[in-house]
Nanobody
């Protein structure tokens, strides 16, 4: 069982930045992959960025050049630094972890970007 606690969402103006954090309840090296997903109202949940246990990173096209996923293994925490935010980035952002042959989701954190 893995519990994920997210923080860092909020309201920001277009062009601003936010950093989301996701702390896992287990040693991060026991997690095969962690990532951030988002879901805007009326839309399907989509991948934003992922990082494997080996450190391989992947970004959605819309995130490339603006978002950065990173991790602090000592804190069992994954971050999503979001820069140059746009109104279309407004969504609930969810942390995801794949471990022990199961997938786990955080409770979500809301990001609102005003124009």
């Amino acid at each position: 069982q893995v519990q994920l606690v997210e923080s860092g969402g909020g309201l920001v103006q277009a062009g601003g930045s936010l950093r989301l954090s996701c702390t896992a309840s287990v040693n991060i090296f026991r997690i095969s992959e962690m990532g951030w997903y988002r879901q805007a109202p009326g839309k399907q949940r989509e991948s934003v960025a992922t990082i494997t246990g080996g450190g391989t990173i992947a970004y959605a096209d819309f995130a490339k050049g603006r978002f950065t996923i990173s991790r602090d293994t000592a804190k069992n925490t994954v971050y999503l630094q979001m820069n140059s935010l746009k109104p279309e980035d407004t969504a609930d952002y969810y942390c995801y972890a794949e471990a022990f042959r199961s997938g786990y989701w955080g409770q979500g954190t809301q990001v609102t970007v005003s124009s």
